[in-house]
């Protein structure tokens, strides 16, 4: 086996400005951002990229091999498989098995890892070949172009068609990917922007939420793993809303509200800055996005704000982020692979004092900017800001509902103090009563309707930075991933049931433990 050639030091860099914007800039935090390495290749520059479920194997597509390395130390995993083309496309379908399209792509190969074995051939239809792949357990979806573009989808473990999806003529396309229920297909074309494909048969979703990304050039899209978001790009919102082609942008749409948000910068020369598509983290709380130009950009969904532009050392061609969001992998015109922990650091030698531990605490509640260094930073102390959001972070209290039934009739009691007791009561309870209160709005009661009113614009205000500032904890406490981390989670997930606090600690538990591995 090759050893891999190891580059010690920060590829991975922040602050500087591209042209026409001022982005904003990431402390260093103490200790520096860990190590990346860099992963030799045969060919000019590697094609595609795939992580294992685990994490813990880099497929790279090398020439006319793939070559299997382990991300964090640079060795191979595996023996490299020896291909006749030059391998375009490839994806982990699981643990055991990896999809491949090599040249001419007339087909794809389902392989067993790590041992190469071709279980399964699909074949393109006459004049047609593979331009695209997505893979989800057990099911692979391929599009194709050429005299009828379509999208395949294939299941195990025979793997047979299920269906295939003609599409409109000169929409051929471009890459297909897995919505938010995780069977959908959601399909990027030339000119159509995105479709929505029916897992059961194939058959597109008219009126489907994503109408609303009706882009002309769109290359990439993705579904955040909480299925709250779709993101395609690159896309440029033009007047009146619409999507025109060409722009440097990425496109979110939020599932529940059914609106989208534009995210959007300045090209430099020669299309630097456009972006190869996009990736949501595990969480779903941060986008990144890969440029060219040698640019990656994170952005925070709650917000809606960049957190950070980092440079990388060559234009990135193809990505991968790995499946516990840790590791973003990229190759471009180098002959190597570079990978990046983007958001750990080395633990801190000096352990944060109380000053500096109270100082982050703000800094969680700051901008995206500022609360993503404060996120670095503690994630740097994992014992310390274990121990510390243990004290600051309280679960959201369980409101009784006989008790808040009487609070909400107090607040047009005939007795002032009454009506200022419930008042005071009830903004204690703050989040777990925001529904009650809402219903009180529309309430005949003047005076009940007039208190339910300010108490839910204090109760706005305050919980916007409040749980921004507490989201960004959980943050930190899920990718230090400490049994200490652990119980403050649980304290958290017992908290009000409706709370956004409650769900989002619950749902980070639920990723730490699903992640451990079998007894």
Not at 96 to 113: E, G, K
Not at 194 to 205: F, H, I, K, S
Not at 221 to 232: E, F, K, N, T, W
Not at 416 to 445: N, S
Request: aromatic share 6%; net charge neutral; with cysteine.
């Amino acid at each position: 086996m090759r050893t891999a050639t190891v580059v010690i030091g920060c590829l991975l860099s922040f602050g500087t400005s591209t042209a026409g914007e001022s982005p904003p800039t990431l402390p260093l935090p103490a200790g520096g951002f860990r190590t990346l390495r860099t992963i030799e290749t045969d060919a000019d520059f590697a094609q595609a990229l795939a992580f294992s479920p685990d994490g813990g194997t880099l497929a790279v597509a090398d020439g006319t091999a793939v070559r299997f390395w382990d991300p964090r130390t640079g060795k191979e995993r595996a023996e490299p498989w020896k291909l006749s083309g030059t391998v375009k496309f490839l994806a982990f379908v699981d643990a055991a098995t990896l999809a491949v399209i090599a040249a001419p792509r007339t087909s794809v190969s389902v392989r067993q890892y790590p041992q190469g074995k071709e279980l399964a051939r699909l074949d393109a239809d006459k004049d047609e070949t593979f331009s695209c792949l997505a893979t989800t357990k057990g099911t692979i979806a391929v599009g194709s172009e050429g005299a009828a573009p379509a999208v395949r989808l294939f299941t195990g473990p025979n793997w047979r068609r299920a269906w295939r999806a003609e599409l409109p003529a000169k929409s051929a396309p471009l890459a297909p990917a897995f919505g938010p229920n995780k069977k959908d297909v959601l399909a990027t074309t030339w000119g159509k922007g995105v479709l929505t494909l029916a897992a059961a048969d194939g058959r597109q979703v008219p009126g489907g939420a994503f109408d609303a990304i009706n882009a002309s050039h769109v290359t990439r899209v993705c579904a955040s793993p909480d299925g709250l978001h779709v993101a395609s790009g690159p896309v440029d919102p033009g007047a009146a809303g619409a999507v025109q082609s060409l722009g440097a942008g990425v496109v979110v749409f939020d599932v529940r509200s059914k609106s989208t948000r534009f995210f959007r910068w300045e090209l430099d020369r020669d299309s630097a800055g456009l972006p190869l598509g996009c990736a949501f983290t595990p969480d779903g709380k941060t986008l990144v996005v890969p440029c060219r130009g040698q640019t990656v950009r994170l952005y925070e969904l709650e917000t809606g704000e960049l957190r950070v532009l980092g440079h990388v050392p060559c234009n990135p061609y193809c990505f991968a982020l790995s499946p516990d969001g840790r590791l973003f992998a990229f190759a471009g015109s180098n002959s190597y692979v570079a990978v990046v922990d983007w958001r750990g650091t080395a633990p801190r030698k000096d352990p944060p004092d109380a000053a500096a531990l109270n100082r982050l605490w703000a800094a969680l509640a700051g901008d995206s900017t500022t609360g993503f260094s404060a996120v670095v930073e503690l994630g740097a102390a994992p014992a310390q800001a274990a121990k510390f959001f243990d004290e600051k972070l309280k679960p959201v209290p369980v409101a009784r509902p006989d008790v808040v039934k009487t609070l909400i009739a107090d607040l047009g009691s005939d007795e002032f103090a009454a009506r200022e007791a419930a008042e005071e009561q009830l903004a204690a309870l703050g989040e777990a009563v925001e529904a009650e209160l809402r219903e009180a709005v529309q309430g005949d009661d003047p005076e009940r309707r007039d208190r339910a009113q300010r108490l839910l614009r204090t109760l706005n205000r305050r919980a916007r930075v409040e749980r921004v500032r507490a989201l960004r904890a959980v943050e930190v406490l899920e990718y230090a991933d400490t049994p200490a981390g652990r119980v403050v989670l649980a304290k958290l997930a017992a908290g009000a049931p409706s709370a956004r606090l409650t769900q989002d600690a619950k749902a980070a538990l639920d990723r730490l433990r699903a992640s451990d591995p079998n007894p």
